[in-house]
């Protein structure tokens, strides 16, 4: 038989948060580029998170019938915000300072596109996403 203390949750091997360099743009006082703290959410505010974004489309042709569409835009958006533990995205002094409310608005703000993307990338791997959901996604439509 197996070892199934392996499994308990005291003998797993816990997610630390991570630091990635999102942008160089963002440097402290030796002029080196600020680190970001990401940390791995559960699976159970992941699900929480794509229930947020999954909203009833109505199947064409099909009178009275919804099909479930997640906006995987907006769920990586979200993801990215949840995972971010530095910088404070939330932080009300950072936001104004950019002239934007909502973290997932600062975000994309703070951010040029590809360090966005590439944010976006670092993100998924932190949770284990061996393909992105972008890759998903365009798969699925092909």
Sequence with gaps: MSNLSAFLAQNAVQ????????????????????EW?????????????????????????KRGQYTQETD??????????KCTVFPNLNDTEVQNSYGVMGADVLLKTMLRPGEYAEYLNKIQEVNGFEVSMEDMVDEAKN
């Excluded at 703290?37 to 042709?61: A, M, Q, W, Y």
């Excluded at 995987?72 to 915000?81: D, E, F, N, P, W």
């Design 72 to 81: 995987y835009h907006k769920y990586l958006g979200k993801l990215a915000v």
């Design 15 to 34: 997610n630390e948060g991570i630091t990635f360099v999102a942008s160089k743009r963002f440097v402290d006082d030796h002029n080196e580029p600020m």
């Design 37 to 61: 703290e990401i940390r791995c959410i559960t699976s159970e505010e992941d699900e929480v998170l794509r229930k947020s974004c999954t909203h009833k489309v109505p199947v064409p042709g």
